[in-house]
């Protein structure tokens, strides 16, 4: 699968700031040396640097956010993405590591396949929509999935909330404290349909660093609960010149679940249609969630 690779991108999202300088021409050297001297004052009290937005200023969060990220025509890139790399799963005090492969077609069609050796075996998972059905191939069989079990997880992808997010009647509200790893971040609550989503943001380049909220665990039988689920992004590299995650973590209810570092990416990719078709099953398929208890 090819993909391209580019360098790390650091983004600090700060220009040094720049002044007119006007020379006096009445009062001179003296005038000029004046000027510039209250110049260097103003620089060393921060009266011109850079601006940045408030963190209790959502709206220009998003904004910077939304620019950082490539713009709009950037964050629409990522609605046709191929990407491979190595997955990492975690059970308890144990994990499974293997690869994985994320294709994405007009934003609403994904598929995620993963394969991994467990206790010797190989192992795949699938999990796909077309944008209107939903549907999971493990162990070989084929299960529907109800359209809304899956709709949490296509909605929470940083390009998809930036771009709703940056709406001009988007519902946003400062996110009050956050962090990752140990390093503050810039939270801003975005709510859509009554569901809120805190979005974390890097103060310095203005990316999308994480994102929290509560869904359904549709892996899970008979869980009709909400769980918090937190996805954090690092690693970002140009990829045809957009910030790209090449590292993902997902964590849920506040333990991580997989890692994905990503090894190739393509944007504005154009995956086949018949990869997001649920395959014809071999025995009728079983009702969702109950699959899971054999």
Not at 4 to 25: E, I, N
Not at 87 to 115: I, P
Not at 120 to 141: H, I, N
């Amino acid at each position: 699968m090819s993909g391209r690779r580019a360098g790390r991108v650091t983004m600090s999202g700060h220009r040094p700031g720049r002044a007119a300088w006007a020379l006096p021409g009445s009062r001179g050297l003296a005038g000029a040396l004046t000027a510039f001297a209250a110049a260097l004052g103003a620089i060393a009290a921060g009266a011109l640097a850079p601006a940045t937005a408030s963190a209790s200023d959502p709206r220009a969060l998003v904004s910077q956010a939304v620019a950082a990220h490539g713009g709009e025509a950037g964050l629409r890139a990522w609605s046709g993405l191929t990407c491979e790399g190595e997955a990492t799963y975690f059970f308890g005090t144990s994990e499974v590591t293997g690869t994985f492969v994320w294709n994405v077609r007009d934003g609403r069609m994904v598929r995620h396949d993963a394969r991994i050796t467990f206790r010797g075996a190989p192992s795949e998972f699938v999990a796909a929509t077309t944008g209107r059905s939903a549907w999971q191939q493990r162990r070989g069989r084929i299960y529907d999935i109800p359209p809304d079990e899956l709709q949490s997880w296509l909605a929470h992808r940083p390009d998809i909330l930036l771009r709703a997010a940056a709406a001009p009647d988007a519902a946003l509200a400062p996110g009050g404290p956050g962090e990752i790893e140990g390093e503050a971040m810039d939270v801003v609550v975005f709510t859509e349909d009554g569901q809120a989503t805190r979005i974390l943001l890097d103060p310095s380049t203005h990316l999308v660093r994480g994102l929290e909220y509560r869904a359904l665990n549709f892996q899970m039988v008979g869980n009709a609960e909400e769980i918090p689920y937190k996805w954090t992004f690092g690693d970002y590299r140009a990829v045809d010149g957009v910030p790209f995650p090449h590292l993902m973590e997902e964590h849920r209810e506040g333990v991580r679940r997989s890692r994905l570092q990503v090894e190739t990416a393509t944007l504005g990719a154009k995956p086949d249609p018949v990869l997001f078709a649920r395959p014809a099953p071999d025995e009728e398929a079983r009702e969702w969630p109950d699959q899971m208890a054999n």
